[in-house]
């Protein structure tokens, strides 16, 4: 199993949508949450970090949930500039101070005119 | 003022040779990283340096050296480049290597011909 599962997508949605993208996570020591944007041929960029009490960023909502080892990410009201790679971060430790990043394969996101 | 810079943005060669990839960063960040991306878009870890000492070591061919001569700049030198070293390599840093937000350089994209 990965460690960070994402659908792969591509989600095609049209302006003004509601999209949902959705990740799992295996190692349950996991203890901090992200998600990244990543343009096609950039660098990824950190587009927030995802809290245990859910938290929104304009029209951007991101949910953790525990239990189930699961993180989403919602985006109201899409817009053409939405359209991007999303990648699922999980923040896994390894021991001592030394965490590392494991990011997710990342979402297609490609919002439609 | 660009905080993660890395040179060269692109890299073609013939395999065998040996290249090497720079990258600096000017936020008095105390950890720094290589990823390799590869062409379905996967980021993998390949090394952690903080404040100069090797932290992260992943599954990687020794091919692949990192160099850390201060914390602001990490280096990664590839000897005998095969086919399947081709991707695009991303430099990042962080305030430490707790986990929390990594900032990208730009990318070497490297072709193995």
């Known amino acids: 199993r990965k460690e960070v599962e994402q659908d792969p997508g591509p989600f095609n949605v049209p302006e003004g949508a509601t999209v949902a993208f959705n990740c799992t996570y295996s190692n349950s020591a996991s203890q901090s949450f992200f998600w990244y944007r990543q343009d096609c041929r950039k660098e990824p960029k950190l587009l927030m970090s995802?809290?245990?009490s859910g938290n929104e960023d304009g029209r951007f909502t991101a949910q953790l949930n525990r239990a189930s080892q699961y993180i989403s990410l919602l985006i109201r009201d899409s817009k053409l500039s939405d359209s991007a790679t999303y990648l699922c971060v999980v923040n896994t430790p390894r021991g001592g101070a030394t965490n590392k990043l494991i990011f997710g394969t990342g979402t297609l996101l490609a919002v439609q005119p | 003022d660009t905080a993660v810079s890395q040179t060269p943005k692109y890299l073609v060669t013939q395999m065998g040779n040996d290249k090497s990839i720079k990258c600096e960063q000017n936020?008095?960040?105390?950890?720094m990283y290589w990823y390799k991306q590869d062409s379905k878009k996967f980021l993998k870890i390949m090394f952690s340096?903080?404040?100069?000492?090797?932290?992260i070591n992943e599954t990687v061919p020794n091919r692949f050296s990192p160099k850390s001569p201060d914390k602001a700049h990490l280096n990664l030198h590839i000897n005998s480049l095969e086919l399947g070293d081709s991707a695009v390599y991303f430099c990042?840093?962080?305030?430490?290597?707790?986990?929390?937000?990594?900032?990208f350089g730009p990318g070497t994209r490297l072709t193995v011909t």
């Open positions: 936020l008095g960040h105390d950890t």
């Open positions: 990042a840093s962080s305030q430490d290597g707790s986990g929390g937000e990594q900032y």
């Open positions: 340096y903080n404040n100069k000492e090797l932290i």
């Open positions: 995802v809290y245990s």
